[in-house]
């Protein structure tokens, strides 16, 4: 089963930040973070992909990936 990968950690790593960091700059709860950073959500706002985009000086394609798995990792 295929499922969508979201690059918060990848994005963290490169950009040597934390989560604390990132929610406090881009004004979001750590729990609903945490949602995206792991891969455990269902629906994705958009005002947040924007958020993430300006923040990272990204585009969405870059957030994202497709993966193989029968569970997100």
């Known amino acids: ?3 969508i990968h979201m ?3 990848e994005l963290l790593n490169e950009h040597k ?3 604390k960091k990132v929610c406090s700059a881009l004004d979001i709860e ?3 973070f945490n949602r995206y ?3 455990e959500f269902q629906r994705i706002d958009a ?3 924007l ?6 000086d990204c585009e969405v ?3 994202f990936e497709i993966r193989d798995s029968e569970t997100p990792q």
């Open 1 to 3: 089963m295929k499922y």
């Open 7 to 9: 690059r918060l950690e």
């Open 17 to 19: 930040l934390s989560k």
């Open 30 to 32: 750590r729990t609903n």
């Open 37 to 39: 950073y792991r891969d």
């Open 47 to 49: 005002n947040f992909l």
């Open 51 to 56: 958020k993430l985009c300006e923040f990272f």
């Open 61 to 63: 394609r870059d957030l």
